[in-house]
């Protein structure tokens, strides 16, 4: 079994910052991607940022620039350093990543329980 658990959520003003953290645990064999995705009240589940593998990255154009997803290869942890809040970026916080264990020669997706981050003007 894999368990991703997210960490760092919390209230902040705007233009503040915070770290977001997932560490993935259990099972693993080998993890290819791992991504962020956020939730507000009444909207659809977007994705934040994405890093593969091999370390490429990609944003969603509303975070592009304010903020940076890393991995820790050797912890399974994926970081999400949000720069430059503002009152929008308030949402639930996902990470997801897809894992391979010793299920077969698979990538299976995984889901975290989410973070909340509120951000205040």
């Known amino acids: 079994q894999v368990q991703l658990v997210e960490s760092g959520g919390g209230l902040v003003q705007a233009g503040g910052s915070l770290r977001l953290s997932c560490a993935a645990s259990?099972?693993?064999?080998?993890?290819?991607?791992m991504r962020w995705y956020r939730q507000a009240p009444g909207k659809q589940r977007e994705l934040v940022a994405g890093?593969?593998?091999?370390?490429?990255?990609n944003y969603a154009d509303s975070v592009k620039g304010r903020f940076t997803i890393s991995r820790d290869n050797g912890k399974n942890t994926v970081y999400l350093q949000m720069n430059s809040l503002k009152p929008e970026d308030t949402a639930v916080y996902y990470c997801?990543?897809?894992?391979?264990?010793?299920?077969?020669?698979?990538?299976?997706?995984?889901w975290g329980q989410g973070t909340q981050v509120t951000v205040s003007s």
């Open positions: 890093i593969i593998s091999g370390g490429s990255t």
């Open positions: 997801n990543a897809d894992v391979r264990t010793d299920r077969g020669p698979y990538n299976y997706r995984y």
């Open positions: 259990g099972n693993i064999f080998s993890i290819n991607a």
